[in-house]
Structure formats: C-alpha cells, structure tokens
C-alpha cells in the first residue's frame, strides 16, 4: 500500500534555529513529491516539485531536497512567520488516474 | 489573476442531509480534483475529474459523488452525511489530467451535527 510519512509531527523552534523535516514514502508509480505550505484553515499553498533523486530546490530560507526514499525540507534560520504546517506528497500515476497522497504534515512553530 | 475559489466557505449542516460544494478552477485549467482533510492530518484524494470526465477516484463511499461542467467548474456532492464527514474540503485544480503541479483552493468547511 502506497504509504507517506512525515517526522516529526510537531516542531517548536526558536527564531533563526535551523532545522529539518522528513517526509518518507514507499509508493509505486511516483512521478513526483510535492512539498505545501498550509496556514490554520486555508489551502495548501504550492512550494516545490521535486522529481528526480538528487534534486534541490531553494526559495528564501526553505530548501528542499530528495532521494530515492525520502524526501527533507530546511528551514533555514526561520521566523515567526514561517510556523505553519508543512505537507508532502508524492504524486502517483495509476490506470485509474493521478492522484496526490499526502503524508500527515508537520506543524511548525517558530517563537521570537 | 484569479486563484482557485470554493464555495460556501463554511457550512453547518444535520446528521442524513445532502450537502452540495462548488469549485471553480484557475483559468485555462482543465482539470479539478477534491480532497477531504480531518482536522490534524492531511489531506486525502476523492476524486479526479478531467474534461467531464471521472479520472481518478479515492477510496470513499458511493455517498460522495462529483461532476465537472463544460466550464470545467465542478461539484462535489455528499448524501447522507455522518458526524465523520465533517473536514474541510479542498479543490484542487490542474492544467491537463497528468500535470504534475496542483493548485488548492482556499476549501469549504464542513460541520456536521
């Protein structure tokens, strides 16, 4: 069964202390992870593809990163405005369509 | 330009009514598929609709139902609904069936008493 999963579930980080999420999978079909943003009742909000082990993405203090089996997103000395809860995906090609299954998120706090 | 919108934005419906939700997608985006997230956890796939067409499908009951329209709007419908229904309910739409990159609206929160 196709199985994503992210560590840890919660993180409580100081402003400018770094640190990093996991997200895991053993998925058939991958055709891409995903990594999402999402604020306190919205929308998931769109970070970066990743397709390919080795790939690097960056966009201000986040970077993210994939190998064969997992997948980190650096939160580079953070700020408050970056708590949110971060979500991965991994984008799966099956023969009844596309889908992207979502890992449980990790719920990130950063106090000043 | 536009994102992705959803309506109603909150709604509060009884234990056995229909519940009927609405997306409209980006602009030039042919392709619309609904999750369902329980607070805490992430969000799960329902349906995939391309071109009006059923592409994909999660594993949940035959009492959710969706379509798409020739303005590649959708639908989701909810018969029946339970107490374990109640989540926030996301559209997502895409620029073709197989486009890796999905964007979410802003959902519709569901309270079922």
């Known amino acids: 069964e196709d199985q994503v999963t992210q560590s840890p579930e919660a993180l409580r980080l100081q402003e400018g202390e770094s640190s990093s999420l996991n997200c895991s999978y053993t998925v058939s079909g991958l055709r891409g992870l995903f990594w999402y943003r999402q604020d306190p009742g919205k929308g998931p909000e769109f970070l970066f593809t990743?397709?390919?082990a080795g790939e690097e993405k960056e966009k201000e203090r986040l970077k993210a990163t994939l190998t064969k089996k997992e997948s980190f997103l650096h939160i580079t000395a953070p700020k408050p405005e970056d708590s949110a809860t971060y979500l991965c995906a991994v984008l799966l090609i099956k023969a009844a369509g596309n889908k992207l299954t979502f890992g449980g998120g990790t719920r990130v706090l950063v106090k000043p | 330009d536009a994102g992705v919108t959803q309506s109603p934005t909150h709604l509060i419906k009884t234990r056995g009514q229909h519940v009927t939700l609405r997306c409209s997608p980006i602009s030039g985006h042919k392709s619309v598929s609904w999750y369902q997230q329980v607070l805490g956890q992430g969000p799960q796939f329902i349906f995939q609709y391309y071109e009006k067409e059923e592409r994909g499908r999660g594993n949940f009951p035959d009492r959710f139902s969706a379509r798409q329209f020739p303005n590649y709007s959708s639908e989701l419908n909810v018969n029946a609904l339970l107490l374990g229904d109640s989540a926030l309910y996301l559209c997502a739409s895409s620029l073709e069936q197989f486009s890796y990159e999905q964007y979410f609206g802003p959902g519709t929160r569901l309270t079922v008493t």
């Open positions: 990743l397709y390919s």
